[in-house]
């Protein structure tokens, strides 16, 4: 339902785009949402776009450098991540919610060397 891709290695200050790719129904009515764990640590909340609309909402500790957008014609989310720190080590998850639906998708590692 939603897989995500995109994660890698990269330098403290560099840029790496995420995307998760939705299929199998249309998220038209839900919440897109990023989440991430690093290790040893419990999953946080990084940011959300409501598919109608296009509103956002970010954690405090990516506000200002992540950005979430939604592509209508491919149906998917992007996450772009800007200016990143070592802190920003961690599986990053996309996650579609709707009432009490939630889809999860598979992580994909993002590795910030200093």
């Known amino acids: 339902q939603l897989q995500a891709s995109g994660g890698g290695l990269v330098q403290a200050g560099g840029s790496l785009r995420l995307s998760c790719a939705a299929s199998?129904?249309?998220?038209?009515?839900?919440?897109m949402a990023w989440f991430r764990q690093a290790p040893g640590k419990e999953r946080e909340f990084v940011g959300f776009?409501?598919?109608?609309?296009?509103?956002?909402n970010y954690a405090d500790s990516v506000k200002g450098r992540f950005t979430i957008s939604r592509d209508t014609a491919k149906n998917s989310v992007d996450l772009q991540m800007n200016s990143l720190k070592p802190e920003d080590t961690a599986v990053y998850y996309c996650?579609?919610?709707?009432?009490?639906?939630?889809?999860w998708g598979q992580g994909t590692l993002v590795t910030v060397s200093s």
């Open positions: 996650n579609a919610v709707l009432a009490l639906t939630q889809y």
């Open positions: 199998g129904r249309t998220f038209s009515s839900y919440v």
């Open positions: 776009i409501k598919w109608s609309g296009g509103s956002t």
